[in-house]
T-cell receptor
Framework: AQKITQTQPGMFVQEKEAVTLDCTYDTSDPSYGLFWYKQPSSGEMIFLIY??????QNATEGRYSLNFQKARKSANLVISASQLGDSAMYFC?????????????FGQGTRLTINP | ETGVTQSPTHLIKTRGQQVTLRCSSQSGHNTVSWYQQALGQGPQFIFQYYREEENGRGNFPPRFSGLQFPNYSSELNVNALELDDSALYLC?????????????FGPGTRLTVL
């Protein structure tokens, strides 16, 4: 079963608009973490934001915020005031549990294109 | 603070050959994870090393093996290369194995198997 689902293969947004990238997850572990990474064409995965399953507040990092809806098992990334440099692949990832190997399980990604 | 580095950047091999990829972890990080990212896919976990011991493995055959050295740098070895091994190989380092430890990724090694 797919653990992380990103249903938007591609998104096109006008510069300066806000954009929401969808992510739903599946786990039975009460302790987990959710991550968003940006991958430009150079290939490096750039960490954007983290949300722990027990965090009471939605995570925010500058222009990035995470809309965490635990009951719906969704962790959507919101980018405010988009910029041309935001064009890249975006991956949602989950880490289950708090012991042992901390492997990340990634979704298929969403390609975001910001138009001038 | 030096980030995660990987070498080589690109590599071309033929089917059946063996390859070694290298990763230097971020300063102070004792945990290294390796991921394979096929074209158009998300990365998939290969294995993780913590203080020179394998600390978990994904669904990859034994011909994928690794090492971690006392300075916490790491190698990924792939024997008997197959065409499907063509991918971007990403290395990530973290300070430990706690659930909230952020993994910092390197730029990757792009392997092409002909």
């Amino acid at each position: 079963a797919q653990k992380i689902t990103q249903t938007q293969p591609g998104m096109f947004v006008q510069e300066k608009e806000a954009v929401t990238l969808d992510c739903t997850y599946d786990t039975s572990d009460p302790s987990y973490g959710l991550f968003w990474y940006k991958q430009p064409s150079s290939g490096e995965m750039i960490f954007l934001i983290y949300q722990g399953s027990y965090d009471q507040q939605n995570a925010t990092e500058g222009r990035y915020s995470l809309n965490f809806q635990k009951a719906r098992k969704s962790a959507n990334l919101v980018i405010s005031a988009s910029q041309l440099g935001d064009s890249a692949m975006y991956f949602c990832a989950m880490r289950e549990g708090n012991q042992g190997a901390q492997k990340l399980v990634f979704g298929q990604g969403t390609r975001l294109t910001i138009n001038p | 603070e030096t980030g995660v580095t990987q070498s080589p950047t690109h590599l071309i091999k033929t089917r059946g050959q063996q390859v070694t990829l290298r990763c230097s972890s971020q300063s102070g990080h004792n945990t290294v994870s390796w991921y394979q990212q096929a074209l158009g896919q998300g990365p998939q976990f290969i294995f993780q090393y913590y203080r020179e011991e394998e600390n978990g493995r994904g669904n990859f055959p034994p011909r994928f093996s690794g090492l971690q050295f006392p300075n916490y740098s790491s190698e990924l070895n792939v024997n008997a290369l197959e065409l499907d091994d063509s991918a971007l190989y990403l290395c990530a380092s973290s300070l430990g194995t706690s659930g909230s430890d952020e993994q910092f990724f390197g730029p990757g090694t792009r392997l092409t198997v002909l």
